[in-house]
Nanobody, 117 residues
Framework: EVQLQASGGGLVQAGGSLRLSCAAS????????IGWFRQAPGKEREGISC????????SYVESVKGRFTISSDNAKNTVYLQMNSLKPEDTAVYYC??????????WGQGTQVTVSS
């Protein structure tokens, strides 16, 4: 059974940092790309970052580029999202998934990130 366990969300002031973790199991981690998504209140879920577990290639949407960093620890089957210089508009439920952007095979549960101004 594929499982993706996201954690690390919380309440932080603008300008602060959080690190999200996504622990994966039930599939061959190295064979897939893992993506981070977020859904703000009243908005559609959007893909914000992606990492290829096989070669480490990463990508970001413009709104988080330079502030967020995605990484993976293949020995732990875990993907991280380091979020720095957080803004109130980053407030959302954050999800990890097997797949990126518009191609997702499995979703994990979300973790709430709230950035206060």
């Amino acid at each position: 059974e594929v499982q993706l366990q996201a954690s690390g969300g919380g309440l932080v002031q603008a300008g602060g940092s959080l690190r999200l973790s996504c622990a994966a199991s039930g599939f061959t981690f190295d064979d897939y790309a893992i993506g981070w998504f977020r859904q703000a209140p009243g908005k559609e879920r959007e893909g914000i970052s992606c990492i290829s577990s096989s070669d480490g290639r990463t990508s970001y949407v413009e709104s988080v580029k330079g502030r967020f960093t995605i990484s993976s620890d293949n020995a732990k089957n875990t993907v991280y999202l380091q979020m720095n210089s957080l803004k109130p508009e980053d407030t959302a439920v954050y999800y990890c998934a097997v797949g990126c952007y518009f191609t997702v095979a499995y979703w994990g549960q979300g973790t709430q990130v709230t950035v206060s101004s």
